[in-house]
């Protein structure tokens, strides 16, 4: 499918109308209605995105992420491939809270490969997260994270 300048790939399945001119979404995503896609974005292969995500522009989302309610996107940020958001700082099985906690993801941002974001953080202005670190506090804008921890190495 190709509207107003956005492609969409046959195998994935768009039931929002909220996708910015220039977007790209490849193979086998599912974008459900409800959440919002800036222009110039590249959803990469096996993404899903629920209900509530707000994505800026000339984000791109690397392949196998999931992106739950709750989850804001600002502009010209990268997300790497089989990065772990959550949304529920208390999982139960068919108990969900009356609101997901809110995790903001600010501009310029670039999260690595690998990384988990645990719910209500938020990552500042061109920070850069580590492959594989695990985020469980707020970054301030521009630190640099890396390790189990997401440990402050130094600001850029």
């Not at 292969?45 to 739950?68: C, F, M, P, Q, W």
């Not at 990268?78 to 999982?91: C, M, R």
């Amino acid at each position: 499918m190709n509207i107003r300048n956005i492609f969409i790939h046959s195998s994935s399945f768009v039931d929002t109308q909220s996708v910015g001119n220039g977007s790209k979404v490849w193979q086998f995503c599912v974008i459900l209605d409800g959440c919002s896609i800036g222009s110039d974005c590249n959803i990469c292969s096996h993404v899903y995105i629920e209900s509530g995500v707000e994505i800026g522009d000339r984000v791109t989302i690397k392949n196998n992420n999931a992106l739950y309610s709750g989850l804001e996107i600002g502009n010209d940020v990268f997300i790497g491939p089989n990065v772990t958001f959550t949304n529920d700082k208390f999982p139960r099985s068919k108990s969900y809270p009356k609101v997901f906690s809110k995790t903001i993801i600010l501009s310029g941002a670039s999260i690595g490969g690998g990384a988990v974001i645990t719910p209500g953080v938020t990552i500042g202005a061109k920070a850069l997260i580590g492959a594989g670190a695990v985020v469980t506090k707020d970054i301030p804008n521009g630190a640099i994270v890396y390790g189990p921890h997401a440990d402050i190495q130094r600001y850029t």
